[in-house]
Structures are given as C-alpha cells and as structure tokens.
C-alpha cells in the first residue's frame, strides 16, 4: 500500500516537472533567471548561481513533501 501511495506521488512530482520544462518559455518569469539569481559575467570566465530558483524550488519541494505526509 505505502509502495503504491509513493509511485503514485512521484508520478505526479515527474508529470509536474514535465509540464514545467514543456511550457517554461511561455511563464512570464523564466526560472533560472529570476531576480535574486547571481550571475556575474567576466573577460574570460562566467559564474551562475540560481539562488532564487533554489530557494523556490525547495519550497516547493517542502510543501510537497509535507502534504505527502498528512
């Protein structure tokens, strides 16, 4: 029982990242490149840090999980 509640809820988790990376050009805010995220551009070198895609993502993740356990 517990086995089929937990591919169920990880279906779910994977056809919501699908629908996400389908239709992520058309959100009106790109993920990866939200304010907050750092990106800092050099002669020769790049560096990026999605801090606010982090910090979205893990409060998704958090809520999601925690309406798992209920």
């Given amino acids: 029982m517990e086995l089929g509640r937990t591919l169920i ?4 988790v ?16 790109r993920l990866g490149r939200l ?12 560096f990026y840090f999605p801090l606010t895609t982090c910090l979205l993502f893990s409060g998704l993740a958090s809520l999601v999980l925690w309406l798992l356990r209920r």
């Fill in 9 to 12: 809820a990880l279906g779910i």
């Fill in 14 to 29: 994977l056809l919501a990242a699908g629908l996400l990376v389908t239709f992520a050009g058309r959100l009106p805010l």
């Fill in 35 to 46: 304010p907050g995220d750092i990106y800092i551009h050099g002669k020769n070198t790049s």
